[in-house]
């Protein structure tokens, strides 16, 4: 059964019997396209081993879909509720990996059992409705009676088409396995990564420095002027490999990120870059740690990619943390056609963030603009509050 119990989000806007009359009507005349709908899958599907089969399945499927989403929108409003959309996004590739993700969306099943109770039982009500309507003598029962008629059908479509507490704990498990195992794969990467910088950086400059003084320690006796000199060239030596050191050290935590916070550290890189970038919003307090370091990374990320692919003349930043979700969002007005699959950066981002929970999404059309929305489920400590917790990351709720 499905959970409907959250609340109300539109009281004061439900709609009255004459929306819900409008409404039933709507839902008496989904009558054709359903059955449409349900021909089209039925015989594609005997079809099936021929081309034109699943291109009926799949038109079926569409119209079967289109309709279940509407319903999905009334049923919300009826009962005051939000319903968000719960199919899973169509992978790229041409209509038969389209089909085929269809098919293993569970969603998919249940809106073809929705369609049954919405050309049965489900019609006769919205049919009723509006009979009720129409007729002078009974028009006392339509006001008042309305209301309870489609608040009826309304949660019996949402026990179709939304799924239940049960298999929403199912699919956070499922994406919680998932994402656990992408933060170890990107931990172990990052390992390697830090490896191998200080081993070409940091190791063969120390190496070099070590090799100088035991050199200059042969010279001393012999050449005190050629010593010296190989001493010099260790200590210019060892301050490269300071330097280098610093540059791992930035790479890990930058120090702009400790003094300042993610708001000023975004500030700084904004500086940085050669094309403006406008930041807007702020942050009231600190974040925790690990997703300071996280989230700004991704920021980076974002504004070196607009830097090297998108040609644009402006950028811009927007920071703010809202309902106990950190949000970023950055933009450019260029070319547009960012596509994370077609990269190591932002999937790289993606996968940092899911190991908090949270999620980076890219909308960027031919010709722009692109917009990457980044967003954290997370707690902001008070700035003078040294006993904040700031190194645990609060969770999203399951
Ligand atoms: N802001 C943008 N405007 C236009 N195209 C973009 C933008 N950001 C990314 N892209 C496109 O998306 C692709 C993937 O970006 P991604 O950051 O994943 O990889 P990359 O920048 O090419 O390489 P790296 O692994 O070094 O980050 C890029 O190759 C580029 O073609
Ligand atoms: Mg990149």
């Known amino acids: 059964m499905s959970d409907l119990s959250a609340p109300p989000s539109a009281e004061s806007a439900r709609p009255g019997p004459l929306r819900l009359t409008a409404y039933a009507g709507e839902q008496v005349l989904w009558l054709v396209p359903l059955l449409l709908g349900l021909v089209l899958f039925v015989v594609g599907g005997v079809l099936a081993i021929i081309w034109v089969g699943i291109a009926l399945v799949l038109g079926g499927l569409l119209v079967v879909r289109g309709i279940a989403d509407r319903q999905r929108r009334i049923a919300g409003r009826v009962l005051g509720i939000d319903v968000p959309s719960p199919y899973r996004p169509a992978p790229p590739g041409g209509p038969l990996v389209r089909l085929w993700s269809m098919i293993g969306d569970p969603m998919t099943w249940r809106d073809l059992g929705w369609l049954l109770w919405a050309i049965t039982a489900g019609w006769v009500i919205s049919l009723l409705v509006v009979v009720l309507m129409v007729a002078v003598a009974t028009l006392f029962f339509w006001w008042f009676g309305t209301p309870h008629l489609m608040a009826v059908r309304s949660r019996v479509d949402l026990t179709f088409l939304t799924y239940g507490a049960t298999e929403r704990l199912e699919q956070r498990v499922a994406a919680l396995t998932r994402s656990r195992a992408e933060a170890v794969d990107h931990s172990a990467a990052e390992l390697r990564r830090l490896e191998r910088d200080l081993h070409d950086g940091t190791q063969a ?194």
């Open 205 to 398: 400059r120390l190496v070099a420095v070590s090799m100088s003084l035991g050199m200059a320690e042969a010279q001393f006796e012999d050449d005190p002027e050629a010593a010296r000199r190989t001493v010099s060239e260790a200590r210019e030596a060892t301050s490269a490999a300071i330097a280098d050191l610093r540059s791992v050290v930035r790479g890990i935590h930058p120090p702009v990120l400790a003094d300042r916070g993610l708001d000023g550290a975004v500030r700084a890189l904004a500086l940085d870059m050669a094309v403006p970038v406008e930041v807007s919003g702020g942050l009231s307090g600190r974040l925790p740690l690990p997703i300071e370091s996280a989230v700004y990374f991704a920021v980076a990320e974002c504004l070196a990619n607009a830097a090297k692919h998108a040609g644009h003349e402006h950028a811009w930043v927007e920071l703010g943390h809202r309902d106990g979700v950190l949000r970023v969002v950055v933009g450019d007005d260029g070319r547009g056609g960012a596509d994370p699959d077609a990269g190591t950066g932002m999937r790289g981002v993606m996968r940092r963030l899911a190991a908090f929970d949270g999620t980076m999404a890219v909308s960027s059309p031919a010709g722009g603009p692109t917009v990457v929305t980044l967003e954290v489920p997370c707690a902001l400590s008070d700035p003078h509050d040294s006993s904040s917790p700031r190194t645990t990351p609060s969770s999203a709720p399951a």
